[in-house]
């Protein structure tokens, strides 16, 4: 083949992976039975199933400041929402 179309082709297929997060996913590999104690700096919350690519189920709260996510365990979901139900509130009192 000639190295024009080759070089096309592996151009091609990076940006086509690149641009779909067709990455390696990061999945939980262990959970923690506990909340971390600074809820207040949880970002954004993520549910890790089992059935997919991962192995195990998990809660993936992602703090600001830390570049990889706390995995919690699934049993704490309902605390979590509790929390920041109860935090929502008095947000809206001030």
């Not at 091609?12 to 690149?18: D, E, P, R, V």
């Not at 590999?29 to 919350?45: A, G, H």
């Not at 699934?74 to 001030?94: A, D, G, H, T, W």
């Amino acid at each position: 083949m000639d190295l024009k179309v080759v070089l096309l082709v592996v151009f091609l297929s990076a940006l086509a992976i690149t641009s779909t997060n067709a990455s390696i996913p990061s999945c939980c590999i262990s959970t923690q039975t506990f909340m971390p104690r600074k809820l207040s700096k949880v970002e954004r919350v993520e549910r890790q199933y089992s059935n997919g690519v991962c192995d195990i189920d998990a809660l993936k709260l992602y703090l600001k400041g830390r570049k990889r996510p706390v995995c919690v365990n699934v049993r704490l979901e309902k605390y979590f929402v509790r929390i920041q139900k109860l935090n929502q509130q008095q947000i809206k009192r001030i």
